[in-house]
């Protein structure tokens, strides 16, 4: 099922991203698609046990108004404390035919969000590059 914006297209707006190992990106553009998700494990801890421990993971690909594309990369952990540790890695191409994310965490979600965003999404295996099935492109 398809959803179409009724308004028209949208003006694009100013986002502010903050990686965890560089200054802020001013990116002016247009959120093209999102996942989130939250992914739960089994840890072991000496004084509480075995628990299940989660991370909040958010993905998300930006289209720039000069053709640049950005994708963002958001893990919030969570401890017995609940203190929640960030981590926001970003990559960038600078235009879409070379926007072929290295998805880290979420591989799972990884060619919808690329359709989602309008772009092909391409699996590497060895040194072949394989359509991910289904792909109707």
């Known amino acids: ?22 200054g802020a990106i001013l990116l002016h553009g247009w959120l093209r698609a999102y996942a989130e998700y939250d992914e739960l494990f089994l840890s072991e801890d000496k004084d509480y046990g075995e628990n299940y421990r989660g991370d909040s993971v958010r993905l998300e690909l930006y289209e720039a108004t000069d053709g640049q594309w950005v994708y963002v990369q958001t893990v919030r952990g969570a401890n017995i404390a609940g203190y929640r540790p960030r981590q926001c890695d970003v990559q960038i191409f600078r235009n879409r ?31 072949e590059k394989a359509a991910e099935e289904g792909d109707d492109e």
Do not use: W
């Open 1 to 22: 099922m398809s959803t179409e914006n009724v308004a028209g297209n949208e003006a694009p707006i100013n986002i502010e991203i903050n990686p965890t190992d560089s």
């Open 97 to 127: 035919d070379v926007c072929q994310p290295h998805f880290r965490m979420g591989r799972r979600y990884a060619a919808a969000l690329m359709k989602k965003a309008g772009l092909s999404h391409v699996q590497f295996i060895g040194h």
